[in-house]
């Protein structure tokens, strides 16, 4: 059998084949992307078709097939880029398209304003910042821990009130 007269018994299995695509797909768009693919995986494998026997299951088994090897890959392709997405900022370059001028105003008005606050506050501030617990801040300042608390709210308002213009600026 040639390619042409093949393509003529295929066509009449398109509905019933779409029907079943359509089962797969859960899409109608791709429901008749795979029909289309398998109606010419079987126009190019025809002369592997055994006269005789049943062209449609013949056919269901190419879509049942494409379709596997196509999820497959789909799924294969998403794993890649899952990996992707998990590289941290630390590992990436910072692009050369990105200006870093406003990130550096903004860690200058930090720093700032940090510097503006009472040492009294700063540091233990910056401890707790640095993953310190209010126990060990107490215990290395030798002050009490309620103390501790305290100071870091303090510090805590007083950069919440100088950095006050980024949160507007937000809005």
């Given at each position: 059998?040639?390619?042409?007269?093949?393509?003529?018994?295929?066509d009449?299995?398109?509905?019933?084949?779409?029907?079943?695509?359509?089962?797969?797909?859960?899409?109608?768009?791709?429901?008749k992307?795979?029909v289309?693919?398998?109606?010419?995986?079987?126009?190019?494998?025809?002369?592997?078709?055994?006269?005789?026997?049943?062209?449609?299951?013949?056919?269901?088994v190419?879509?049942?097939?494409?379709?596997i090897?196509?999820y497959?890959?789909?799924?294969?392709?998403?794993?890649?880029?899952?990996v992707?997405?998990?590289?941290?900022?630390?590992?990436l370059?910072?692009?050369?398209?990105?200006n870093?001028?406003e990130?550096?105003?903004?860690?200058?008005?930090?720093?700032?304003?940090?510097?503006?606050?009472?040492?009294?506050?700063?540091?233990?501030f910056?401890?707790?910042?640095e993953?310190?617990?209010y126990?060990?801040?107490?215990?290395?300042?030798?002050?009490?821990l309620?103390?501790?608390?305290?100071?870091?709210?303090q510090?805590?308002?007083?950069?919440?009130?100088?950095?006050n213009?980024?949160?507007?600026?937000?809005k």
């Amino acid at each position: 059998m040639d390619q042409h007269e093949f393509s003529l018994i295929a066509d009449r299995y398109s509905t019933s084949l779409h029907s079943n695509a359509l089962r797969f797909t859960q899409d109608d768009d791709e429901a008749k992307d795979l029909v289309q693919e398998t109606l010419l995986k079987g126009v190019r494998f025809c002369h592997k078709f055994d006269e005789g026997t049943n062209v449609k299951a013949w056919l269901y088994v190419i879509m049942k097939n494409t379709y596997i090897n196509s999820y497959r890959q789909a799924k294969r392709r998403q794993e890649v880029i899952q990996v992707d997405d998990e590289i941290s900022s630390a590992n990436l370059m910072s692009s050369a398209s990105t200006n870093s001028g406003e990130s550096t105003f903004v860690m200058n008005d930090i720093e700032k304003a940090m510097q503006s606050i009472p040492e009294n506050y700063r540091i233990p501030f910056q401890r707790y910042f640095e993953g310190y617990k209010y126990e060990e801040i107490a215990v290395q300042m030798n002050i009490p821990l309620g103390t501790v608390k305290t100071h870091i709210h303090q510090a805590r308002h007083l950069l919440k009130k100088y950095l006050n213009k980024y949160r507007e600026g937000a809005k």
